[in-house]
C-alpha cells in the first residue's frame, strides 16, 4: 500500500495536534477555572463548533483510512507526499511555539465579557494569527500528503472558517484593546509577515 506511511503518518501528526490542543483546554480550566473557549460563550461561536469539530474528527480518521487503503487517492507521488508530511511536522513544531508563547491567553474562541493580555511579541510580532496560519499549512500539507477529494474538501472548509474566524476575532480585539490593538493591525499581516525585519511592540 502506497500510501499507508504518509497516511498514517498525517493521521498521528493531526492526532497529536489536537490532542495537545485538549491537554491546553484542561490545563486552563485547572489554572483559570474555564475550558479556554472549548464551547464559547457567543452563540455563532457554538454553532461553528458544529461544523469544526466534525471537521477535526475526519481530519485525523482520513489520512489513517487513506493508510488501510480504504480511501481512493487522487495520484501517488510519493516524494510530493512526503514533502508534504514534513511540512506538517514544521507546522506542527512551530505551532507549539506559539502555544508556549500565548500562555495564558491562550483561547479558542471569542468571549466577549473577557479581556486577555494582548500578545505581540514572539511569532506574533510578524504575523497575527500564526496560529491559524500554521493550522491551514497543516491542512493543506495533509491533503497533499492523503489526495482525496474528501480532504481536499475538508481542507477548503476548515481554511475559510480560520479565515472568517480571524477577522471575527480582529473585530473583537480591536474593541476589547483599542488603539493598541488598530496599531498592530496597521503593522502586522493577519497570516504572511509583512516583513521579516519588522519587530513591534506597543
Known amino acids: 500500500m502506497p500510501h499507508f506511511w504518509p497516511g498514517l503518518c498525517i493521521g498521528i501528526i493531526v492526532g497529536f495536534y489536537w490532542a495537545r490542543v485538549i491537554k491546553l483546554v484542561f490545563k486552563q480550566r485547572r489554572r483559570a477555572g474555564h475550558s479556554a473557549n472549548f464551547l464559547p460563550a457567543e452563540l455563532l461561536g457554538r454553532t461553528l463548533r458544529l461544523i469544526w ?5 475526519l481530519w485525523i480518521a482520513l489520512p489513517l483510512l487513506a493508510a488501510w487503503g480504504l480511501l481512493h487517492p487522487l495520484y501517488d507521488l510519493p516524494l510530493v507526499q512526503w514533502g508534504a ?4 511536522v514544521l507546522a506542527l513544531a512551530l505551532t507549539m511555539v506559539c502555544w508556549k508563547r500565548m500562555g495564558k491567553s491562550w483561547r479558542m474562541g471569542i ?3 473577557e479581556k486577555t493580555q494582548l500578545i505581540i511579541s514572539g511569532p506574533y510580532a510578524y504575523v497575527r494569527h500564526p496560529i491559524y496560519a500554521l493550522s491551514s499549512l497543516l491542512m493543506i500539507a495533509s491533503a497533499i500528503a492523503v489526495p482525496s477529494t474528501a480532504m481536499i474538501a475538508i481542507a477548503v472548509i476548515h481554511c475559510a472558517l480560520l479565515q472568517w474566524e480571524a477577522r471575527r476575532e480582529e473585530k473583537y480585539l480591536l474593541q476589547t484593546h483599542g488603539q493598541a490593538y488598530g496599531n498592530y493591525l496597521a503593522g502586522v499581516g493577519r497570516f504572511i509577515p509583512r516583513s ?3 519587530h513591534h511592540s506597543v
Do not use: W
Not at 53 to 57: D, G, K, R, S
Not at 85 to 88: D, H, P, Y
Open 53 to 57: 469539530y466534525p471537521l477535526v474528527a
Open 85 to 88: 508530511v514534513a511540512v506538517a
Open 111 to 113: 468571549d466577549p465579557n
Open 196 to 198: 521579516l525585519k519588522a
